[in-house]
């Protein structure tokens, strides 16, 4: 099952809002005004752990207890807006996380910019996954995809079986940012999409600064090249 849809809103991202650890707020966003930048982000993990109620949370901003696993993946897409001049358009991929459709699911994660690896905080088994998944990830996404590991179901906290103290040396040995969720409640759900969207809006633009300066330098060695040869074309005459 596949299914790709835009959703006019999106919300307003800027470095205030990270470094104060505000929510981000809803926007209308007219794409017409703006440079728009694409990031395709694939949500990884074993099944059950709560990937589809993550995404849906985030896009719809509902929460459903009869939700079905997903069969191979499911697609949607939402606009963030970064700064006046700049949207970024998420393409979300909810993937399958059995492991009968793990070969077919592997197809999405190439072209990935973002992966969000999710667990669930009640099975240690799911935890204990989060090394299978980033391999796989390793193995058939692009070598630079920016990964966040996200712990579910907060919420049930009386059910925990993976300590906060435990995911995050896991996280921190290991140079992975890691949150805590619930997509029942919506805690962190923006958190998860606004720290990912910065970090890969963050890269674009270094990427795009790099790219500028070699074109300068190119210029500006072609033209050196010019003015040397202009030069020696005077004094011989």
């Known amino acids: 099952k596949m299914e790709s849809q835009d959703y006019s809103l999106g919300f307003n991202i800027n470095n205030s809002s990270l470094k104060d650890n505000n929510s981000i707020s809803l926007v209308e966003i007219d794409s017409g005004t703006s440079d728009t930048i694409e990031f395709k982000i694939i949500l990884l993990g074993n099944t059950a752990v709560g990937k589809t109620s993550i995404f849906n949370r985030f896009i719809t901003s509902e929460f459903s207890q009869n939700y079905k696993s ?13 700064d006046k001049n700049l949207l970024a358009k ?3 991929w909810d993937t399958c996380g059995s492991e009968i459709y793990r070969a077919v699911t592997s197809q999405y994660y190439r ?33 630079d995809t920016e990964m966040i ?14 300590s906060q103290s435990q995911a995050m040396n896991y996280c921190r040995e290991n140079n992975y940012k890691y949150i805590e969720a619930s997509a029942k409640d919506g805690t962190n759900i923006l958190k998860i999409f ?16 790099k790219e500028i300066n070699k074109k300068y330098m190119v210029k500006a060695l072609e033209n050196k090249d010019l003015i040397d040869l202009e030069k020696k074309n005077k004094g011989c005459c």
């Open 70 to 82: 997903t069969i191979t993946a499911e697609c949607k897409s939402k606009l963030i807006k970064i």
């Open 90 to 92: 998420l393409v979300i």
């Open 111 to 143: 072209g990935a910019h973002g992966a969000i690896i999710v667990f669930d905080l009640t099975d240690q088994n799911t935890f204990n996954g989060l090394k299978k998944w980033i391999k796989d990830l390793k193995n058939y996404g692009e070598k």
């Open 149 to 162: 590991i996200v712990g579910n179901k907060l919420d049930l906290i009386g059910q925990r079986k993976v």
């Open 194 to 209: 606004e720290e990912l969207t910065f970090d890969l809006a963050e890269k674009h633009k270094k990427q795009r600064e």
